[in-house]
């Protein structure tokens, strides 16, 4: 059974930091690469960052570029995204998604919530 468990969100202050971690079961980490995604309230779900399957390849939406950092751990099949310098738009449901040609797979989303 394939499950993405996401954890880590919470409330934080602005200009505070969060790491997110993703654990991946039940299909081969390693062939995937991983993203996460993010839906503010009443918007739109939306691409934070990929990482190739290997790690050696990262992408990043303009506005997290310098502040998100993506990452990942195929030895605990576990993909990461570092948040610093948090706003209060970066407000919203992440979630992570694993692709690999046709197969793609979610988490149930983590609510990060930035707030004074």
């Known amino acids: 059974q394939v499950q993405l468990a996401e954890s880590g969100g919470g409330l934080v202050q602005p200009g505070g930091s969060l790491r997110l971690s993703c654990a991946a079961s039940?299909?081969?980490?390693?062939?995937?690469?991983m993203s996460w995604y993010r839906q503010p309230p009443g918007k739109e779900r939306v691409l934070v960052a990929s990482?190739?399957?290997?790690?050696?390849?990262?992408n990043y939406a303009d506005s997290m570029k310098g502040r998100f950092t993506i990452s990942r751990d195929n030895s605990k099949n576990t993909v990461y995204l570092q948040m610093n310098d948090l706003k209060p738009e970066d407000t919203a449901v992440y979630f992570c998604?694993?692709?690999?040609?046709?197969?793609?797979?979610w988490g149930q989303g983590n609510q990060v919530t930035v707030s004074s």
């Open positions: 990482i190739s399957s290997d790690g050696a390849w990262t």
């Open positions: 998604n694993a692709q690999s040609g046709l197969l793609n797979y």
């Open positions: 039940g299909f081969t980490f390693s062939w995937y690469a």
